[in-house]
């Protein structure tokens, strides 16, 4: 985890760290889209992929004091904060060894000791939990930070508003990360959003910016702002970070839209050229980070540890029908 938020680029140890934990995100989720369509998981899952830079630049800032909530594509979000992905694995698989016994499954997966609030099915909701957080470590003067991570979807929710209003008025150690993928489920943002999202926290006098979600290091520096002002007991900042999501809205798009398209083939290999992941890895070669015979030792250990995961969920037992009311209320 980073400390020194004030440098201008990660180090090169940083760096490696982070493109591994990209693409422990993308191969687990490459694995997720594909048992999904060879009929192996239980329920449709909504992937991060090409999203990668954006959970993991941010997290990489946070310690696990510091509480993130995320929205329905939470995964990425999940394993950038250091969740165990294994116990995520198990989740998604519905089974006991899950990080929430398996009880709660693609679209909740939480864990409280990594300050991991949770997934969420509701748009937006992920913006108020957080603002609660804030306030409470900000009564508690902890020095910790809270984030929100949301789509350009979400943006509209009047939440948002409440949320930027409350942190700017108490000056809450809040983070707004709006991913911003062009798309709410089949309809583009244009069409949802009115006028430029990075112009709402602004009237709250919220700093704001818009960065190019897809570069790790920019994504990196701009998070390491917003951390620094919300330890200081600034107030929050607003990260609008422009991303594009590679897979579809849900792994079971294709049965909602019976042929139809919603975006062209041209438009996602346009995007496929600027795939954090990639751009990730060309720079760690260039700024000689890394050699290819690390990253590719990195690839083979990660891949290795996604195969170790999906068998620790699949060998895992389910949990018996009696307890299905178990764990759901406090
Ligand atoms: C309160 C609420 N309204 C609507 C939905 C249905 N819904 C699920 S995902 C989604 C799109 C969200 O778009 P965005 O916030 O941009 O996130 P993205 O899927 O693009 O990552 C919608 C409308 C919901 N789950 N909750």
Redo the contacts with the bound molecule.
Sequence with gaps: MNDRADKLEPSPSERLAMYERMLLIRRTEERLGADFKAGKLIAGV?LYSGQEAVGVGVCHHLRDSDWIAS???GHGHFLAKGGDVRAMMAEIHAKVTGVCKGMGGTMHVADLSKGILGAN????GGISLICGAAYSQSLQQSGAVSVAF?????STQGVMSEALNLSALWKLPMIFIC?N?L???FSRSETVVAGRIVDRPRAYGVPAVQIDGNDLDAVWAAAAQAVRRARAGDGPSFIEAFTY?MAG?VEAETGFLQGAQYRSGDEVAAWAHRDPIVRARERLLTSKHATDAQLVAIEAAVSAQVEDAVQFAIDSPTPPSEQALDFMFA
Excluded: K, Q
Aim: proline residues 0%; negative net charge.
């Design positions: 909504h929205n329905h594509r099915g509701i748009v937006g949301f789509g350009d979807g979400a991913e993928n798309f709410s489920e999501r809205h």
